[in-house]
T-cell receptor, first 114, second 113 residues
């Protein structure tokens, strides 16, 4: 699986957009970019994933660069409840016998400041 | 629909003992994966089960084992517990092969004393 690099920590003011970067320069053509977050002492929570197009759902937007070597997760209006560790993960496109393993890095600890 | 359920939530065991943790996946999900989370090593993949067969395994000693039942429920077992096995053990379920996200349970916090 491709390796990802994320800043260890970031702060964001409540109500502002939080932009979390991820570098995945060794990503291959059949790998998706996934984002999960983990609020203290809870299980990781899925946020969003994408292959090469930008994606948006009710939680966040995912912007993937054209060369797919980096991406940015955007939380449009951060709240205190968004304080968590955010993990960027790349994994192969799933086939019926594909690899379900998620390789978590150290993630970014995002703190939302009141 | 109900989420992933892990039992028990908390457990205290003594070195040398063994422990069994349980995971009930989301209804219809046939893939169950297990992860260990410690402050030093972070989140690490243990193994994945699908249709009662182990499909993938992480880099853990043979003291860590698991199984999956015909109803997709899974158990993991750790024998001869060591202090370093103290961790949050997380279970995730997914609809394998459909590119869907994995859903995690709240975890079982194991403390070995």
């Amino acid at each position: 699986d491709a390796k990802t690099t994320q800043p260890p920590s970031m702060d964001c003011a409540e109500g502002r957009a939080a932009n979390l970067p991820c570098n995945h320069s060794t990503i291959s053509g059949n790998e998706y970019v996934y984002w999960y977050r983990q609020i203290h002492s809870q299980g990781p929570q899925y946020i969003i994933h994408g292959l090469k197009n930008n994606e948006t759902n009710e939680m966040a937007s995912l912007i993937i660069t054209e060369d797919r070597k980096s991406s940015t997760l955007i939380l449009p209006h951060a709240t205190l409840r968004d304080t968590a560790v955010y993990y960027c993960i790349v994994r192969p496109v799933i086939s019926n016998f594909g690899n379900e393993k998620l390789t978590f890095g150290t993630g970014t600890r995002l703190t939302i400041i009141p | 629909k109900a989420g992933v359920t892990q039992t028990p939530r908390y457990l205290i065991k003594t070195r040398g003992q063994q422990v069994t943790l349980s995971c009930s996946p989301i209804s219809g999900h046939r893939s169950v994966s297990w992860y260990q989370q410690t402050p030093g090593q972070g989140l690490q993949f243990l193994f994945e089960y699908f249709s009662e067969t182990q499909r993938n395994k992480g880099n853990f000693p043979g003291r860590f084992s698991g199984r999956q039942f015909s109803n997709s429920r899974s158990e993991m077992n750790v024998s001869t517990l060591e202090l370093g096995d103290s961790a949050l053990y997380l279970c995730a379920s997914s609809s394998r092969g459909r590119g869907e996200e994995a859903f995690f349970g709240q975890g079982t916090r194991l403390t070995v004393v």
